[in-house]
């Protein structure tokens, strides 16, 4: 089963900051001036790794203008930023790091991207409906566990 | 007014695995199809021994789309 993200920018970065804090990585920059000095000091003398989120659109209603937010640590940043097709991807920047390593951390990240959207448009769509999460647990395995009631008349 | 309940697991990939608890019947492909409209495609259905039974467990895996 291949996941598949369709998503407004504000909906898919809110999941990046959530999936991202969850992993311990910290916001770099949001903003463009920001993130311009931020890819700059990450490029310089690092390896470079470009992923994409496969089945992914981020749409948005500013056609043109491109949006990234990237994240950091232990030296390593990852950048989160859509395509002028709304292609979501993701590029990952470290020293110290092989490009299996950075790969690795970039997948892992993404996967987690992935997850706390569906997390999140789950829990409000259900709450809108009226059910309620009597249990919610999150695995070794790092797969989130819902137990949801709902009465109906 | 009947309960209903279900057992939810968001894999780390993103995709989702749905037990659905306390329907009779059909009640609970439409609940199926209620789940499908939040999450996305169907991908997979397990029944259960309980499917069989008159209150019904069934196991479904959703593909997110929206």
Not at chain 1, 23 to 39: E, F, I, N, P, W
Not at chain 1, 82 to 105: I, K, M, P, Y
Request: proline share 2%; net charge negative; hydrophobic share 35%.
């Amino acid at each position: 089963m291949t996941p598949v993200v369709i998503a407004a920018w504000p909906a898919f970065s809110a999941a990046v900051v959530a999936a991202a804090t969850s992993l311990g990585y910290q916001v770099a920059a949001s903003g463009a001036a920001d993130l311009a000095k931020s890819t700059a000091a990450a490029q310089t003398g690092s390896k470079r790794i470009q992923l994409e989120i496969e089945n992914s659109e981020v749409v948005t209603g500013q056609l043109g203008r491109e949006q990234k937010i990237s994240v950091t640590k232990d030296g390593v940043t990852i950048t989160f930023s859509r395509d002028a097709r709304g292609q979501a991807s993701l590029c990952v920047t470290g020293e110290g790091h092989s490009n299996e390593e950075l790969r690795a951390l970039g997948e892992e990240l993404s996967q987690a991207v992935v997850q706390q959207y569906v997390y999140q448009k789950l829990m409000g769509e259900m709450q809108a409906r009226g059910f309620n999460v009597v249990e919610e647990e999150t695995s070794a395995d790092r797969s989130i566990r819902l137990k949801v009631r709902h009465w109906e008349n | 007014m009947p309960q209903r309940e279900f057992d939810i697991t968001i894999g780390k990939d993103g995709s989702v695995e749905l037990h659905v608890k306390g329907y009779k019947g059909k009640g609970c492909l439409e609940a199926m199809k209620m789940f499908q409209q939040i999450v996305g495609e169907l991908k997979e259905e397990q029944r259960t021994n309980e499917y069989y039974e008159p209150e019904e467990q069934v196991r479904f895996n959703i593909d997110q789309r929206h």
